[in-house]
């Protein structure tokens, strides 16, 4: 294990249906990310939290919630989903100090089905 | 616009063989350029980082490679294993607080 835990591992969804992702880390770090992987395209960002603040929303549809209680919890709330949305969510987090880059721990991800 | 590119998009090898993998960037300011390997089914995981100042890096049987002039990398894999058989994902840091330019990936199959 990486120190990033997702949960659940594997979703399917309608989309008519609420769902939550997870995501947990025990690394100490003070920043945490959402990421969505669809195939044959890059990692798209979708959301940034740096100490519990979020700091960035890259045109995610509202229909992907982020919330981040304290620096080692994340969750993305689904609701009202489409079949594009369907994907591998990577939760990532990461040491971020004065603007320098000390490497994302990446979670094992969420596989996403929307039916 | 701050773009990565690999290729090849795919690549299958024999067990043993060498392979090389490459990433072509163009982001500006650079900051920083790591190699992840992502198991099917995995998140990526950090093989190798590289400054501007760093031309070559080592992990295991893996050497990355960075050219800062062409805005180049490499990522060579010596005597494959099975294990090896994943997707490998370069990914450029920009300077200042722009968020990390990934790759496409290069799918790589080793196979008995």
């Known amino acids: 294990e990486t120190g990033v835990t997702q949960t659940p591992r594997h979703l399917v969804m309608g989309m008519t249906n609420k769902k939550s992702l997870k995501c947990e880390q025990h690394?100490?770090?003070?920043?945490m990310y959402w990421y969505k992987q669809s195939a044959k395209k890059p990692l798209e960002l979708m959301f940034v939290y740096n100490f519990k603040e979020q700091t960035e929303n890259n045109s995610v549809p509202s229909r992907f919630s982020p919330e981040c209680p304290n620096s080692s919890h994340l969750f993305l709330h689904l609701h009202t989903l489409q079949p594009e949305d369907s994907a591998l969510y990577l939760c990532?987090?990461?040491?971020?100090?004065?603007?320098?880059?000390?490497?994302?721990?990446f979670g094992s991800g969420t596989r996403l089905t929307v039916v | 616009k701050n773009q990565v590119e690999q290729s090849p998009q795919s690549l299958i090898i024999l067990e043993g063989k060498n392979c090389t993998l490459q990433?072509?960037?163009?982001?500006?300011?650079?900051?920083?350029l790591r190699w992840y390997k992502q198991d099917t089914g995995r998140g990526p995981v950090s093989l190798t980082i590289m400054t501007f100042s760093e031309n070559t890096k080592s992990n295991g049987r893996y050497t990355a490679t960075l050219d800062a002039d062409t805005k180049q990398s490499s990522l060579h894999i010596t005597a494959s294993q099975l294990s090896d058989s994943a997707s490998y994902i370069c990914?450029?840091?920009?300077?200042?607080?722009?968020?990390?330019?990934f790759g496409k990936g290069t799918r790589l199959s080793v196979i008995a």
């Open positions: 690394l100490g770090h003070n920043a």
């Open positions: 990532a987090s990461s040491q971020a100090l004065r603007g320098r880059d000390y490497g994302y721990t």
């Open positions: 990914v450029v840091t920009p300077g200042g607080n722009t968020p990390l330019v």
């Open positions: 990433c072509n960037y163009t982001v500006s300011p650079f900051s920083n």
